[in-house]
């Protein structure tokens, strides 16, 4: 499993030009699934990833979890993350996972850290051609 985290402001994704999925600040995050990935790898870079410290506190110091500042989440299947380029100029995406058993483990994710956040959680759509807009937050 691999998870690109950005801090955002806020963000958005759009289907078809519906809007499905709005937060405001929070974790705009990626989430690549691959072949060996298993609920409890998922479980693992949840909880790592709603532990993380980086929003700032009032001294200015990054020192609070999205749970801390009771912030939202918006979560997008990326299948990309698990590119290989490293031969020839066409990226080879053969560790990622197939798509009934990606969705499936992009299902869980999303549901378990909803349970986790205590909160509803926004998304993409699985396979879905997205259009993502974000306002970044930080260096």
């Known amino acids: 499993m691999r998870l ?3 801090r ?14 709005n937060i405001g600040k929070g974790f705009l995050v990626l989430v690549g699934i691959g072949q060996n990935d298993t609920r409890e790898i998922a479980d693992k870079y949840m909880k790592k990833m709603l ?10 110091k ?6 801390d500042i009771h912030g939202e989440i918006l979560i997008i299947s990326q299948f990309t993350l698990y590119a ?12 990622a996972c197939e798509p009934k058993k990606a969705n499936e483990m992009y299902e869980y994710f ?4 909803s349970k986790e956040l205590e909160k509803d959680i926004q998304s993409g759509i699985f396979g879905a051609d997205m ?8 260096p």
């Open 84 to 95: 290989n380029c490293k031969s020839g100029n066409r990226p080879s995406f053969i560790e």
């Open 110 to 113: 999303k549901k378990t850290c």
């Open 8 to 21: 955002v402001n806020h963000a958005s994704v759009k289907v078809d030009g519906e809007v499905i999925g």
């Open 51 to 60: 532990g993380l410290r980086i929003f700032e506190d009032e001294n200015q």
């Open 131 to 138: 259009k993502v807009e974000l306002l970044n937050d930080g």
């Open 62 to 67: 990054m020192n609070k979890s999205i749970k």
């Open 4 to 6: 690109l985290i950005q």
